[in-house]
């Protein structure tokens, strides 16, 4: 279990990775008297703070505003090393993060984005103008949007947060867009809250709002 940008007695650690005890397990482990239990600060290439971090297969990343790296274990005791995979470009909005076969989907600094730990897409290009709000956005609003995978259709929905009754759907099999309206009919709660709850069994993620 790996933490990323930590609060520790109340105060942020925007550059810091902890990871638990390989020995006693989660419950407790991330005391670092405890064997293997430990942490680093991220600041070998900028010091922007940590935005987030997603997991492809088996490999691990991490992400600022404007670059995403790779969290490599390099012994028997999980201590990792760091090494930057993309420069430029990184993750603003840590909820639209979702994942499916091998492919991260997210909102990065200037666009939306598909990688695949190798090669870094821009997709968004059909929607930016709705996006765009985002990428001047400071504190709380960049936080808002929410990714999550709809796999019975290949589709990455993506909810803005301060579009609330309008869903953009990314057809990842298809490669194309489109808008759905989620306000359920006679109802004060929004569509994908209401959806989270009543089937949330259709989607790999977490509705949140």
Not at 61 to 69: G, M, P, Q, S, V
Not at 157 to 179: A, C, K, M, P
Request: aromatic residues 10%.
């Amino acid at each position: 279990l790996v933490l990323v940008r930590t609060i520790e007695n109340g105060v942020d650690k925007p550059n810091r990775v902890r990871w638990n005890s390989t020995t006693f397990g989660p419950a407790g482990g991330f005391n670092t008297a405890l064997v293997g239990a430990n942490s680093i600060e991220v600041s070998e290439t900028s010091s922007e703070p940590l935005t987030g971090g997603f997991v492809i297969g088996e490999r691990a990343f991490l992400t600022r505003a404007h670059e995403i790296l790779e969290l490599i274990p390099n012994d028997t005791d999980a201590v990792f090393s760091i090494e930057s995979r993309v420069s430029g470009t990184g993750l603003i909005s840590p909820y639209s993060v979702a994942v499916v076969e091998n492919t991260a989907f997210f909102i990065g600094s200037d666009n939306i984005y598909m990688f695949d730990g190798s090669s870094l897409r821009a997709i968004g290009d059909p929607v930016l103008d709705a996006v765009c709000p985002l990428f001047e956005a400071r504190g709380n609003d960049q936080l808002r949007p929410i990714g999550v995978i709809y796999p019975r259709r290949g589709e990455y929905h993506l909810l803005l947060g301060f579009t609330n009754e309008t869903i953009f759907v990314y057809d990842y099999l298809r490669q194309r867009w489109s808008e759905r309206d989620m306000t359920p009919p006679g109802s004060a709660q929004d569509g994908p809250t209401t959806m989270g709850t009543v089937s949330a069994a259709l989607y790999s993620g977490a509705l949140e709002t």
